[in-house]
């Protein structure tokens, strides 16, 4: 839930490109799991050069590296790597002038660097790679790592979030040094939450400071917020476009477990705070958390995403606000939009925000204009992320993906008549998928539409229907609308699967309606959703509907798991990081309030757990199931999957469980990755083909 590719491509030198990935890519999980990932956009403020971070396997081939690679925005110089090192680079962020800020611990390089001594766990420093060339130079450090860099558009100033015990900071390599020598590792909370995803809060807690550039590593950071608590936990930062003054998403504590984001503006010389908008409790309801910060290139204006957390009865809200910085006065800028937007930025006029949203399997870019409110939708196919807009005004720079695209570095020309997104050379291109997608439409048992993905593989067709897996998306509020390393279809697909990538209620970009009509009725509106999908899929001639399985992570392990408790129609399910004891469930996973909120109590709603928890059907569960669940995970905790693995042990059904102790609720590391496919292959072969069962090697 909230919670949750044929050649090897070469790792290219410096000046070198690496190949694109062939659709054969796909047959083979060594060349897959080494296909390079792109995860990020950044334009220089001269909107002459882009800076994508990029993912790709370390030599020994055991982990992820990152590093930055420039891309052309006029899309005719080949991708450029501009950084190497054991550890990698990220967070990139411009200065006015072209200079690179990025973080990294680089310890094999801080030997030729002046003065830079990191301590002995080898923390996350500052770096800079000058626009003229050469070699990057350490700028700054603090005792804990420095998260990010964040850079004015026209002044040369900068930023870095960094993690540092409470007190003050140029005490902080004391106080680590003192909990070292004495032993201590004791965290003493008195704010919840006290996890998050997969790391323990605190005791560090995250300040930001401003980096006061001097002299080659002679660079200084000012603390900015010295008891910042857990304000700036995950928090969006935006710094104005002359330097003076920055924009926060501040958490903030509501009382009773409860959290919001208030709108808070930060002096960027003092460190004074202004409240724009305070978070606030309205009758046992969250209402109006701000984030997603951005200033309009004038400086005279901020808007953020405004949501209204769900309920116990209304599902979530949300909207763009827009505020005036003089007067403080606000306004919503998309009242009537039925979709969710995020990630706004302003044009370079000031007089539009550009935003994205789902909608109907996509996400779009769409356009609002600042006095009239009117809203203009400038892409149809794909999913875009990381808003870049050039200075000239014309062209936008995107990351561009699809069901069978990676992410892709994208422009758009905003003042074509057509604005369809011209792909730049990217170190992620791939060449080819083996196979191809359609929609899938039905109608459900109320009226309301529903829509799915359907990856086909190579040669399906009525004489050699393929066998179908159906993949139920997390969060429960997203859909399918994009590329996923980690749920890839195209796997499967290779293998002769087709594959039903299905949005039911509770899915976004289908209006909120389609929502609220799931709201507090998580299990059985979305599995009639779901079932309805199949039905209309599997009645295709190209489908085998007597071989079909289904596979669900987060939200959609919790619904694998409420699919085995319904039917049995399936033939073997794949349940991971599930949700199996709601009860259990709601007080350990890492923010229980958000979910209190909206389930109640157990103790004093039970009602809403009576009816959604599938631990209450495992009478009724009779098909092979495939638990899989990492250690590490503390959205769904680990005790989710150990109790559903004994429960299924206890009644007799056929299940393994595959346990990673050292991942989290995604399972990241690359030898990891590929045995999770290896253990999926296997038992759907052996349940749904009838072939015999293959113990992975490495198992």
């Known amino acids: 839930m909230v919670g949750c590719m044929a050649d090897q491509p070469s790792l290219a030198q410096p000046s070198g490109e690496p190949a694109p ?29 882009i800076v994508c971070p990029v993912q790709t396997l370390n030599k020994e081939r055991t982990k992820y590296v990152t590093s930055l690679w420039e891309v052309d925005p006029d899309g005719e110089k080949p991708p450029r790597r501009l950084t190497r090192s054991v550890n990698g680079e ?15 611990k680089r310890s094999e390089l801080v030997k030729d660097v002046p003065d830079a001594k990191l301590p002995d766990d080898e923390t996350t420093a500052l770096w800079l790679l000058p626009a003229t060339g050469g070699e990057a130079t350490f700028v700054a450090q603090a005792a804990g790592d420095i998260a990010g860099a964040l850079t004015a558009q026209d002044t040369p100033v900068a930023f870095a979030l960094a993690n540092v015990l409470p007190g003050p900071a140029e005490d902080d390599g004391k ?12 965290l003493l909370h008195e704010t919840m939450p006290v996890r998050n995803w997969d790391h323990d809060l605190g005791p560090d807690e995250t300040r930001l400071f401003a980096v006061e550039l001097g002299a080659e590593n002679a660079s200084t950071l000012r603390d900015l917020t010295p008891a910042p608590g857990r304000g700036l936990d995950d928090a969006g930062v935006a710094v104005s476009p002359d330097g003076g003054k920055l924009a926060v998403g501040w958490r903030t504590p509501l009382g009773r477990g409860f959290d919001g984001r208030s709108l808070v503006l930060i002096d960027a010389k003092t460190g004074e ?14 209402k109006h958390n701000y984030d997603q910060p951005a200033f309009s290139p004038d400086g005279r204006s901020v808007v953020c995403v405004d949501e209204t957390d769900g309920s116990f009865d209304t599902s979530p809200a949300v909207t763009l606000r827009i ?5 403080g006065a606000a306004r919503d800028l998309t009242p009537d939009l039925p979709l969710w937007p995020a990630s706004p930025v302003f044009s370079a006029d000031s007089t539009a925000v550009y935003f994205v949203a789902d909608e109907l399997g996509r996400a779009p870019v769409f356009k609002v204009d600042v006095e009239s409110g009117e809203l203009t939708r400038l892409t149809d196919d794909g999913a875009y992320t990381n ?11 995107a990351l561009r993906a699809t069901i069978d695209q990676p992410p892709t570095p994208v422009r758009i020309d905003v003042t074509a008549a057509d604005q369809q997104a011209v792909p730049l050379p990217s170190p992620g291109a791939i060449s080819g998928v083996p196979g191809r997608v359609e929609e899938v439409h039905t109608t459900a048992e109320d009226g309301a539409m529903l829509r799915a993905w359907l990856v086909l593989p190579e040669g399906a067709s009525a004489d050699q229907p393929a066998p179908l897996a159906v993949w139920v998306h997390g969060g429960p509020l997203m859909s399918w609308n994009a590329w996923s390393w980690r749920w890839n279809p195209w796997l499967l697909a290779a293998r002769g699967w087709a594959l039903l990538l299905p949005d039911p209620g509770l899915s976004q970009g289908y209006g909120d309606e389609f929502i609220q009509r799931a709201w507090g009725k998580w299990g059985p509106v979305p599995f009639a959703d779901l079932m309805a999908l199949t ?16 596979m669900g992570g987060s939200y959609g392990g919790y619904m694998a ?17 599930s949700l199996w004891t709601l009860e259990h469930f709601t007080g350990a996973t890492d923010h229980p309030a958000y979910w209190m909120l909206e389930w109640g109590h157990p103790l004093e709603q039970p009602e809403r757990y009576e009816l959604n928890d599938p631990s209450r059907h495992l009478h009724a569960v009779k098909t092979p199931m495939l638990v899989v669940h990492g250690d590490k995970d503390y959205r769904v905790p680990i005790g989710e999957g150990l109790r559903l693995w004994t429960d299924l042990v206890h009644r007799g059904v056929e299940a393994k469980f595959l346990y990673f102790p050292d991942e989290n609720h995604w399972v990241l590391k690359p030898g990891n990755a590929k045995v999770w496919y290896e253990t999926v292959f296997a038992f759907l072969d052996h349940h749904v083909l009838g072939e015999p069962w293959v113990r992975p090697e490495l198992l």
């Not at 106080?175 to 004791?186: D, I, T, Y």
């Not at 705070?273 to 969250?286: C, F, K, S, W």
């Not at 808003?387 to 720079?397: C, E, S, T």
């Open 561 to 577: 798991n409420w699919v085995a408790g319904h039917t049995d129609r399936f033939q073997a399910i794949v349940t991971h990081a």
């Open 323 to 327: 505020f005036d910085l003089d007067s």
């Open 21 to 49: 990935a062939a659709a054969s890519s796909f047959h083979s999980l060594d060349d897959y799991v080494a296909l390079p990932r792109v995860n990020g956009l950044v334009l220089s403020p001269d909107g002459t050069r």
């Open 387 to 397: 808003l870049q807009v050039a200075p000239n005004g014309r062209h936008l720079y």
């Open 175 to 186: 106080r680590r040094k003192a909990r070292k020598e004495a032993g201590v590792s004791a």
């Open 90 to 104: 990220s967070g990139p962020a411009f200065l006015p002038n072209g200079d690179l800020l990025f973080v990294s």
């Open 535 to 550: 039905d209309v899929t599997v009645a295709r001639s190209d489908v085998d509907d007597s071989r079909t399985a289904l």
């Open 273 to 286: 705070q202004r409240m724009l908008a305070q978070a606030e409790v309205v009758e046992g309801q969250r």
